[in-house]
């Protein structure tokens, strides 16, 4: 048996030295109300992450991006997605990162809001100042899917990280990325409680909108003495719709400097998802769904006792960068999860590029059963059973 075949055994993950790390920084936070202390780790996981400071801090906004996006796919690659482009400006060797702490939920709630007329602050009785939403005014001229069609909702939801940088033994606020997620489909209903409507939004009216919506955003974060001349960049996210089972992407990103109260260029983001196998896929990158289709055929060959095999291919400036597999499986017994896993994890070596990172999430109604994770140039791939 190959030496990276035992590491499928719980047994050999759970023994092993620990290693030991640094002793971690205890530095202050200096904010203008208060210096608290604060401990950022020494251990970092890799480059491609940022320390957290330490005690964490949750976002003013924590959970509604839950509310606001379409779904789990969403939410996850909305703030995974955003921290990829802080690294454009806020490298991770010289950054630590805390959640948002500058947008309160109800400035974020505002901001969602449509835009309203002087007779609509009348009858929904909001006074003129909390007039802020970044949505455009739905005037209610002719039917309700022209409505719809001429006004939908571009903004689902506004997300701010924090970007901490070290001075000594005190860290400031050093930068704050925005992400703004905007919706590929409006969703409307006709009456209340009835049937849930679609409007399709084009992408390059969502772009045009995102950032027109972005220079608005810029120059209210400026109007905070809290935030002055911080380093801002604000980026746009199109999510997918409600049915989608792939993550929607970044598309593009700006940043302000020196306290300018403007973006600078737009810079494209080239970030895409495809679900594998899709015909979409199929056209678009035949040789790598072959490589996941070979792959799947032997896991149906060998054990069929298997529910499905999807892939999630993530690729940035058109390289095949990252692939996760879920494969639900219907097995009995503790030697038949190892061995299904042993079996899976010859396949990821067989069929995969060297140069893809490779996660296979093994699953049955009972809940996760296996983790198989191959880095690029692993000649041993992290196999553990739960």
Known sequence: MKKWLAVALATVLLSGCVPTFQKNDEVVQDTKDQKEKSIIPNYQISDSYYRTIIEFQPSKTRGMVVSNLNSKYDIDEFETGLMRVAKENFPTDKYVFQEGQKLSKETVSKWLRRKYTAAQLKTL?????????????????????????????????????????????????????????????????????GATFEQDIPHDKLAAEGKKMAEEIIKRLRSDKEIGDVPITIALF????????????FFAYAHSNNGSTTLGDWKAIDEKYYLFPSTKAETDHRDDVAYFMRFKDDVEKYFPNYNG???HAFYKDGQFIKLTIDITIQLYGQAEIIAFTQWATSLVMDHFPDHIKVDVNITSINGAEALIVKNPGDKEPFVHIY
Do not use: R
């Not at 719709?241 to 992407?249: D, F, L, R, S």
């Open 309 to 311: 095999v999807i892939g």
């Open 125 to 193: 009785n909001i006074k003129e100042e909390d007039n802020i939403g970044l949505n455009p005014v739905n005037n209610e001229e002719g039917t309700i899917e022209e409505q719809n069609a001429k006004s939908p909702i571009y903004l689902a939801h506004v997300l701010e990280h924090d970007y901490l940088i070290k001075n000594d033994n005190t860290v400031k606020l050093g930068g704050i990325v925005i992400g703004l997620a905007l919706n590929s489909v409006h969703y409307y209903q006709k009456e209340k409680y």
């Open 238 to 249: 199109e999510q997918k719709n409600k049915n989608a089972v792939i993550p929607g992407n």
